[in-house]
């Protein structure tokens, strides 16, 4: 079957350094996305990987090993505004997207 | 770029009656669109694929009679949720997908549906 883990929430302090993880079983892969989601609001779109590595966007980097199963999610600097929810999402061989739960992620002073 | 409209943002109405809300694609032209429903503290959750031109595609569970998707044109999709009960009070979101290669959705700001 088609599964996408992340954890279901995550502490961090403001100004500090936090990785949300991804691991994912699916049929066939043609991307991985992450998404932010305030609490709501719709999701915004953040970042795509197709190849392994490592793509980083200002404060927000994601990374990707395919051979894995596995993804990242890193912000740096944090700060309040980043308090929101982050989707995973992969692409399957039909394009179609399979999400996971979300990751709530709360930004402390 | 990449930007989607969705109308209303918000709606109530009275059991029974239907509602329409639409999607739009601003400034890419979207050959399939997606519209998801999302509960307080839950996932999103796919209802449906809308392909330009063609019959809907509906997830297991999800009643094609009583959620009528038309996507008439490449900009355009829209969601009638037809003689809607309490149950259905929900956060109705779209997405569009780029099709330019890398298949990014690109999400409405949603409708807040309330069922009275």
Same mark, same amino acid.
């Given at each position: 079957? %088609?599964?996408i883990?992340?954890?279901?929430? $995550? ?7 936090? %990785?949300? +993880?991804?691991? /994912? ?9 992450? /998404? %932010? #989601? ?10 795509? +990987? ?7 966007k ?13 993804? /990242? ?5 944090? #700060? $309040?505004?980043?308090?929101?929810? /982050?989707?995973?999402?992969? $692409?399957?061989?039909?394009? #179609? ?13 | 770029? &990449? ?7 918000r709606?109530? *109405? ?6 329409k ?8 032209? &979207?050959?399939? !669109? ?12 796919? !209802? &449906?694929?809308?392909? @330009?031109?063609?019959? &809907?595609?509906? @997830? ?30 929900s956060?109705?979101? *779209? ?11 690109y ?10």
């Amino acid at each position: 079957g %088609q599964n996408i883990d992340q954890p279901t929430e $995550m502490t961090a302090t403001e100004g500090a350094i936090v %990785q949300i +993880n991804c691991t /994912y079983q699916t049929s066939g892969f043609n991307g991985l996305f992450w /998404y %932010q #989601q305030h609490a709501g609001e719709a999701p915004t779109f953040l970042s795509y +990987n197709v190849l392994d590595g490592l793509e980083e966007k200002g404060r927000f980097s994601s990374f990707l090993s395919r051979s894995k199963g596995y993804s /990242y999610l890193l912000l740096k600097e944090l #700060q $309040m505004k980043d308090s929101a929810s /982050y989707l995973c999402a992969c $692409m399957d061989s039909n394009y #179609q997207l399979i999400w996971g739960a979300g990751t709530k992620l709360i930004i402390k002073p | 770029g &990449a930007v989607v409209s969705q109308h209303p943002s918000r709606v109530i *109405c009275k059991s029974g009656t239907s509602v329409k809300i639409e999607c739009r694609s601003l400034d890419f032209q &979207a050959t399939t !669109m997606f519209w998801y429903r999302q509960f307080p503290k839950q996932s999103l959750m796919l !209802m &449906a694929t809308s392909n @330009e031109g063609s019959k &809907a595609t509906y @997830e297991q569970g999800v009643e094609k009679d009583k959620f009528l998707i038309n996507h008439a044109s490449l900009t355009l999709s829209t969601l009638t949720v037809t003689s809607a009960h309490p149950e259905d009070s929900s956060f109705y979101i *779209c997405s569009a997908r780029d099709g330019g290669g890398q298949e990014t959705q690109y999400f409405g700001p949603g409708t807040r549906l309330l069922v009275l």
